[in-house]
């Protein structure tokens, strides 16, 4: 344990601040390929045919299946509305994805509508839409995987912990100043399925992890150990959520870099995603 | 320059970089083999390679066990309707349970509340065909892994902690009817299995894959081609056949690791109710197949029932027990058949040693000294009365072996029948290639909410034979007939259920009832036990839930 502390301690003292060149700047990522507009009417059909055919997997938001999420306005599988139609009619084989085909062609187009109309949040409950510095995503890529030791945590399909997301895909889910955010401040808004949470047993024993599941009586979580492991609560002292155990890369990282990074993350879209 | 903190947060999060870094396997190859010494947890379908579904916990007893109490259920959902038959049993490992919700959802339980850590949810292709319901009999284990076949002929490798994808393969195409429903098995670092398919005119296999990457590393044509050996027992003239042979697989086979060999039941031919097109015995359908478990390459076969013209497919659990047979000790298999005969096979050598009905008998009169059956009844285009019937004597449902009391247990249907009329048959890619259907008195699968039937129009039966003599024991009867399992335990309880939904306890020295529940449900699953913090659980599938229970705290 020391040795890997003194190992990132070693590097962290060895972080290099790259002097900025080339920045630019963006706004959103270029977009919702939406062809046709919706009219509020459309939108709520498709809300209730949502909610009844959809939700169960996809969640409120859109954003519950990983590496599917469908608040983004980008698709993996689908560039058009009518491939959109098409897929969510014959579902997708081999994945999770069943056909939907006791539904119209017309119902499907409101659930469709329905989801452009989805803020582009990637899940999290605001979009942040601010403008923000775009770096280098090449020197992002270095950070990432040299000094600032994101790596470490955070696989890019698969590599990285099992406790920490995962970030393929995430330039398509997120908007830029949401993922600063995310680097300067992580605790400020955590995605449902990336919460920890924190149980302390009447001995005083304490364990963390993961949230997976819970209910008035029990918890269930991914522990530091990753496995899988479940507490009744009323043989704890204590339970409840804990902040992100992420580090906030505020004083580590300069503007520069963190905006670096950020351009780095934008690079990894869904169609990069496995 | 820098000042990053070490949090304790991170402090934790580092702590399990190293430890993910040196994480040792989970379940090791040898923690497979010696799965009957760690009676805690159920490692494997039928709980270890020797196929008892027995369970060495003794906390549940016959003075005990009518104060079970249901702990908890958990309801499998299907996103496509109504949940078909739930077939799996969970397996249990280190205090996480994992099944499969029919057709090919893998759900991680907590094993205490029935509370769910994860879901892996699969949509097999729309072309995906199953004669007998889309079905899944359960994941197996290696290391961190499961693996879960799925009914589009796929096979899936799957993350055991956090349920993601590792890799996916075909097996066979589903466009064509293959099909997986049975729980993989892991020997060392392969994991094994077959598609079902064999009233879609398929050829069968069993087939292994490294555990690791998914690659194909031996497979064993259980319908042999030109230049293989067993060609030869298809003989029509224009030796096309066997393309069609069927030889499906749709149970998990055993494993005996002295002798290297894993043992496997191997389906019905194809077509079902009419063999003019294939002449000879069409191996090695119907029968048991011995293989090295490196290489696939076949030791023995016994043929239970050449040229089968009555579906009887010998997809049963191969049950390995080693006893003093007439003086001599010798390794054994003990096999109750779908043609409702009992055996008792040297597994050493593949020497038929016995071979009694379990049930009413027609189609057969005895044996010659190699144990071909000498056959007396087929199907006609009049029409034939044969029993048992299609579904025969018994089916997938496991046997559980009990070393306690020395005695096998067979879920029996007794005294069916069916009628069997030849009808021309002709192949289609991707249909049904089965002849006409024999009439049956007892439903195949459908379950019906009354039952108004004869007792000579078939009933259900737990049975317990003596291997030694081939002689029944004892009979528990039921008046409906059963699609569940056996499990027995060393405390002398025996746990198996009925189409009608009840789950009950027998004594397993004398069948005895012991305690009953009503599920709700049919039983068509095998049930299981395993053990938490010194409490142990009998859990079962029906309906569309997974009971579980123990005994009051």
Redesign the interface.
Known sequence: MRSVLNLIQQQLRALIIIAGSAFMFMGLPAGIAQEHSYAPADIETGRGLYQANCLGCHGDNGDAVDGANLSTGRFRRASSDEDLIRLIRTGIPNTPMPPHNTMSVGQVRTIVAFLRALPAGGGMASVDDREILIGNPERGEALFNGNALCSVCHGINGGGLLLSPDLAGIGSQRSPASLELSILEPGAEVRAGNRFYEVSDLNGKISVGKLLNQDTHSVQMMNEDEKLVSFLKSELSSYGFMGSPMPSYLDVLSPEEVSDVVAYLLTLTEENAQ | ???????P????????????AN?NAQISPERLLNADQEPQNWLMYSGDYDSHRHSTLDQITPENVSELKLEWIYQVRS??GAAEKFEATPLVV???MYTVSPPN?VV?L?P??G????T????????ARVCCGRVNRGVAIHDNTLFMGAI?G?LLAI?A??G?LKW?VEVGPASLGYALTLAPLVIGNKVIVGPAGGEYGIRGYIVAYDVETGEQLWRFNTVPGPGEAGFESWEDPEQEAWRTGGGSIWTTGSYDPELNLTYWGVGNPGPDWNGDSRPGDNLYTDSVVALNADTGELAWHYQFTPHDEMDYDATQIPVLVDLNWQGQDRKVMLWANRNGLFYVIDRVTGEFLLGKPFVEVNWMDGFDAAGRPNQVLAPTEEGTFIMPNNQGATNWYSPSYSPVTGLFYIPSWMDTYSVYTKREVEYEPGRQFVGAFPTMAMPALGVRPTNVRLPEEGYGAIQAFDPQSGEMVWRFEMTNVTDSGVLTTASNVLFAGGREGSFYALDARDGTMLWRQSLGGQVASGPMSYEIDGRQYIAVSAGAGLFVYSLPQ
């Open positions: 320059m820098i000042r990053m903190t070490i949090t947060k991170l402090f934790i999060l580092l702590s399990a970089a190293l430890v993910w994480a996103r496509a280190d205090g996480v959802d991680a907590d205490l509340t509370r769910v850590f994860w892996y949810s699969y949509s097999p292709s729309p072309e589009d796929h993350d902690r956090s993601a996916d």
